[in-house]
C-alpha cells in the first residue's frame, strides 16, 4: 500500500519560510517523480513543483519560481519543499504527489498517489 505522508505545515508570517516533507512507503521512491501541489480554499489544486526520479530536473510554477525549492533523498524516500519569502496568498492545502513513471506533469491527473495534505497559512 502506497502512503505519502506530509509535514511540515503551519502558520507563518509574511517574509517567512518553512520547508515541508513528504515521506514515501510502499513504492519504488526512485523511479517515481514527485510532485507538489497546493489547494485555496474554493480553488482548484495547481501544480507548484515537480522532480524528476535523479533530482536531476525540478519545474516550477511562475507563482513560486525563484522562492520555492523542491529536492529530494532517495535514500530516505523523502522529498522537501523548502518555501521561502512566503507570501499571503501561498497560504493553502499542500499535498505530495508521485508518479511511478519518468517526466514532470503539471496536471493532477498525471500522478497515481497523493498524501493527505498539510495546510500551510501565511499572514501579514
Known amino acids: 500500500q502506497v502512503q505519502l505522508v506530509e509535514s511540515g505545515g503551519g502558520s507563518v508570517q509574511a517574509g517567512g519560510s518553512l520547508r515541508l516533507s513528504c515521506a514515501a512507503s510502499g513504492l519504488t521512491f526512485s523511479r517515481s517523480t514527485m510532485g507538489w501541489f497546493r489547494q485555496a480554499p474554493g480553488k482548484e489544486r495547481k501544480f507548484v513543483a515537480g522532480?524528476?526520479?535523479?533530482?536531476?530536473?525540478?519545474r516550477y510554477s511562475d507563482s513560486v519560481r525563484g522562492r520555492f525549492t523542491i529536492s529530494r533523498d532517495n535514500a530516505k524516500n523523502t522529498v522537501y519543499l523548502q518555501m521561502n519569502s512566503l507570501k499571503p496568498e501561498d497560504t493553502a492545502v499542500y499535498y505530495c504527489a508521485a508518479r511511478p513513471d519518468y517526466g514532470i506533469v503539471f496536471i493532477t491527473t498525471g500522478y497515481d498517489y497523493w498524501g493527505q495534505g498539510t495546510q500551510v497559512t501565511v499572514s501579514l
Open positions: 522532480i524528476t526520479q535523479s533530482g536531476g530536473v525540478t
